[in-house]
């Protein structure tokens, strides 16, 4: 990166993501308009992805495809961008755009059963950032072992907090909060797994 580099990309660290190739280093300006572009762009994307939602009987908690944006999103973005992205969708869903699973919005909903969540994908979106500068998003296996440690960061955060609003007992939370999410977890590691390395691939042709 040159000195005209956007500071979201950090100067220690040499490795790229997929965002760092997309060409934008002619001023500073136009890093600073790509970056913020794609951080809306992952927000959007997030909130799209949460009004896929299977209701689970039973539980509070339904299955979205947020986790898939976000860990996505944020593998491609880096750590600082990728946890931006989320906070900008967790802030607009808090002032009330309906963006959260199945257009919920408002306090209720980050204080309720899925905050944890909420809070759980900006703090992933961290971790699975820093592995993704790293370059474990360049190999399937590198990719599949950045997912898992992205949801684990997730259910982390999104369990205890699920089972302190709902006053369920701790195994009985991660049930309901986790176990039932674990098989379509493991089917989006995969296919993260094949989609950017296969990007990575794409962009060096």
Known sequence: MTSLAFPLVPR????????????????????????????????ALTALAAQIRIPIPGLPVP????????LLGAAALGPLRGSAA?????????????????????AEVLLGASGGYLI?????????????????????????LAFAAGSAVIYAVGVPW????????????????????????AIKAVLAGVLLPGAWRLARS
């Open 12 to 43: 220690s660290n040499p490795r790229q993501v997929l965002a760092d190739l997309i060409p934008a280093e002619s001023s500073r300006a136009r890093a600073i308009a790509r970056d913020v572009t794609l951080v809306v762009a992952v927000a």
């Open 63 to 70: 299955i979205t495809g947020q986790t898939f944006a976000v």
């Open 86 to 106: 989320q906070i900008l969708y967790v802030g607009v869903g808090l002032v009330g755009l309906p963006v959260y699973a199945g257009g919920g919005a408002g």
């Open 120 to 144: 759980g994908f900006v703090a992933a979106s961290a971790v699975i950032g820093a592995m993704a500068r790293r370059g474990m998003d360049r190999g399937v296996l590198g990719t599949v």
């Open 162 to 185: 699920l089972a302190v609003v709902a006053g369920m007992a701790p195994g009985e939370a991660f049930v309901a909060g986790a176990g039932v999410f674990l098989i379509g977890d």
